[in-house]
Antibody
Framework: QVQLQESGPGLVKPSQTLSLTCTVS??????????WSWIRQHPGKGLEWIGY???????YYNPSLKSRVTISVDTSKNQFSLKLSSVTAADTAVYYC????????????WGQGTMVTVSS | EIVLTQSPATLSLSPGERATLSCRAS??????LAWYQQKPGQAPRLLIY???NRATGIPARFSGSGSGTDFTLTISSLEPEDFAVYYC????????FGPGTKVDIK
């Protein structure tokens, strides 16, 4: 079955760019009907959707983060990536990648999550 | 932005009891409402989509209802593994999540 795995640095300095990659296994990222999302969870808090990408490259971002977010896809590697620029301590969170099944209108598959701390 | 409000914040119940969780949207989301369960150190797990449809592999004791702005997740008889935090999520207007309801053991 499809599995997602996040990877990337666990520590980022303030003002720098956070970069994470999600590797999709057990299925093709190019399969239609799915959007590939990034979601984060601040420590002890709720969930915040960051944005998604379709395999074609079309994207949609949370308006509150849009100015700092870039999501890209590499279909040859079956991966999609997140870049969040100008980070501050407020960006410290667990970052999840997730599959949004268009038929479900929901996130049916999630990665295990990766903790990213913003600190000097 | 559509804001989701969940109540109660915490629900203290015993195994075997019925749990009723509420999610209210600041404006209509039609039936574009999902429910997730999250346990400590784990990613959320999809339980219900489109307000009332159980996701694959979800036990029948979980059920969802509602439309428009008011939604309910019901767990008919709590099992020990059901004690967790539950989030609702809408996708009518991009995606937002509720703040969660923690179901803990009384």
């Amino acid at each position: 079955q499809v599995q997602l795995q996040e990877s990337g640095p666990g520590l980022v300095k303030p003002s720098q760019t956070l970069s994470l990659t999600c590797t999709v296994s057990g299925g093709s990222i190019s399969s239609g009907g799915y959007y590939w999302s990034w979601i984060r969870q601040h420590p002890g808090k709720g969930l915040e959707w960051i944005g998604y990408i379709y395999y074609s490259g079309s994207t949609y971002y949370n308006p509150s983060l849009k100015s700092r977010v870039t999501i890209s896809v590499d279909t040859s590697k079956n991966q999609f990536s997140l870049k969040l620029s100008s980070v501050t301590a407020a960006d410290t969170a667990v970052y999840y990648c997730a599959r949004d099944d268009y038929d479900y209108d929901a996130f049916d598959i999630w990665g295990q999550g990766t903790m990213v701390t913003v600190s000097s | 932005e559509i804001v989701l409000t969940q109540s109660p914040a915490t629900l203290s119940l015993s195994p075997g009891e019925r749990a009723t969780l509420s999610c209210r949207a600041s404006q209509s989301v039609s039936s574009y409402l999902a429910w997730y369960q999250q346990k400590p150190g784990q990613a959320p797990r999809l339980l219900i989509y489109d307000a009332s449809n159980r996701a694959t592999g979800i036990p029948a004791r979980f059920s969802g209802s509602g439309s428009g702005t008011d939604f309910t997740l019901t767990i008919s008889s709590l099992e020990p593994e059901d004690f967790a935090v539950y989030y609702c999520q809408q996708r009518s207007n991009w995606f937002t999540f509720g703040p969660g309801t923690k179901v803990d053991i009384k």
